[in-house]
């Protein structure tokens, strides 16, 4: 019997750039299978390859050679509008400098993503008044992000990521800017997802937050040099 695919399944992926006469091997041979409903960390030093890494499990780039697949179906060959779209329908990202769009209230910039979807407006309420519900921020809609806390505006942007009701979550540095006490409420918030059965990848220099996952992954030059269950 054929096991089920992954949810993100990496084989020997590279990404190169070049630097004047130099390449940069900022992904350099990774295999890495992600599975649906597991937490899985990422660490490394800065340039070791996380963030290019990221961009590429989360559909936002391609590889320069080897595969992605995103449940079997092969992200490098997808058009830009099919990534576009695969990107809106099933992944959400959370940011470490949280990215909200300081003119538009806390309702409103949970709203973005819906933009996008081609769903209705007039269907646009339900979806925003549960992702705010599952952040505990609903007496916020109306307020601006300058009027929130830093622990708020992580949780508006946590919301932001949920509103399409994503398979995977990606989450790079998303307590680098809080202090300890409202980094423990973000990250307990990050790791309740995949109990609601969605996927959380989680780029991190946090070794304490990096422990909590079911998996974690280290890089080093771009390659993955170990990993902890």
């Avoid at 949810?7 to 890495?32: C, F, H, Q």
Wanted: aromatic letters at 4%; one cysteine or more.
């Amino acid at each position: 019997m054929e096991s089920a695919p992954a949810l993100v399944a990496l084989s020997n992926v590279r990404k190169t750039y070049r630097k004047g006469e130099a390449e940069i091997r900022a992904v350099d041979g990774v295999s890495l299978r992600i599975e649906a409903g597991e937490s899985l960390s990422i660490v490394g030093r800065s340039g070791s390859g996380k963030s290019t890494l990221m961009s590429l499990i989360g559909c936002i780039d391609v590889p320069t050679s080897g595969q992605v697949a995103f449940k079997d179906r092969r992200v490098e060959s997808m058009s830009d509008r099919e990534r576009s779209r695969l990107r809106n329908q099933s992944i959400g990202f959370v940011f470490q400098s949280f990215h909200l769009i300081p003119e538009l209230t806390v309702e409103q910039n949970v709203e973005t993503p819906l933009l996008y979807s081609g769903i209705p407006e007039s269907q646009w309420r339900e979806p925003v008044r549960r992702a705010l519900a599952s952040v505990s921020l609903e007496s916020r809609a109306t307020h601006l992000p300058s009027e929130l806390s830093g622990g708020e505006a992580q949780r508006v942007a946590i919301a932001r990521a949920l509103v399409r009701d994503p398979e995977l979550v990606l989450a790079d540095e998303p307590t680098g800017n809080l202090d300890s006490a409202t980094e423990a409420e973000i990250a307990d918030l990050l790791f309740s997802l995949p109990g609601s059965g969605r996927t959380l990848v989680l780029i991190t220099h946090d070794a304490g937050l990096a422990r909590r996952a079911d998996r974690r992954v280290e890089l080093r030059d771009g390659r993955v040099v170990e990993e902890f269950r």
